[in-house]
């Protein structure tokens, strides 16, 4: 009965929640077609090309992939990183600096509402990723996981999920982050996913992001 019950979940899983990713991702992007050519004309007006940030990710199994975001950063943003590392404000190998300098005035603006975020609705599409599960892993931040913090990459990781919705500019320590993940992934269900994604909506009109 527990073997049936696993079998039955993970069809949920990687079924309905594909299915329900799929519809979702179809339906924003017609919806949000125009907010995309106005946000990607601003970033380009203000923060020249490209407009998409390239994001070098491992999801899940460490699957490697590129997802992209709207350049919230000036250009040459990532060779400055290792200048800012002092100044990290996450314990782990996540870098999260409040006032990092080398956000752009738009780009705060994107971040403030998440709206850097929007092209991950492709990678959903295409399924590297879903609206709802653990954030993927950075490309450099990969190789410092310890090895408990790998189970986070089980699943296929998602644009928002419990560390979002839960006070993420509260949390400090990686580890309590991978520790939400983990509790998302051992009680995971569609209402979980519902409730995640109407607090993420809630969240997102606060204008909460960074």
């Known amino acids: 009965m527990i073997e049936k019950n696993k079998i039955t979940n993970r069809f949920l899983y990687y079924g309905v929640k594909r299915f329900l990713d799929i519809a979702f991702s179809i339906a924003l992007l017609i919806c949000l077609g125009p907010m995309f050519i106005l946000i990607a004309f601003l970033v380009g007006l203000f923060n020249g090309l490209p407009i998409f940030y390239a994001w070098n990710v491992h999801g899940i199994q ?3 992939f590129i997802g992209y975001k709207f350049r919230t950063m000036h250009r040459f943003a990532d060779l400055e990183k290792e200048k800012l590392e002092a100044s990290n404000e996450m314990n782990g190998p996540v870098f999260k600096m409040e006032n990092d300098p080398r956000i752009t005035n738009i780009g705060h603006v994107l971040r403030k509402f998440s ?3 929007l092209p991950q609705i492709f990678s959903v599409l295409k399924g590297d990723m879903s609206f709802i599960g653990p954030r993927p892993a950075g490309f450099n931040e990969f190789p410092n996981y310890k090895d408990w913090h790998l189970r986070k990459l ?3 990781p998602g644009i928002s999920c419990l560390w979002q919705v839960s006070g993420r500019n509260k949390i400090d320590d990686f580890d309590d982050w991978v ?3 983990l509790e998302y992934i051992d009680n995971w269900s569609l209402w979980l996913d519902i409730k995640i994604f109407f607090k993420t909506i809630i969240v997102v009109l606060k204008g909460s992001g960074k």
């Open 62 to 64: 460490g699957k490697k």
């Open 115 to 117: 709206l850097d975020e």
């Open 154 to 156: 089980s699943v296929v």
């Open 179 to 181: 520790k939400l993940d």
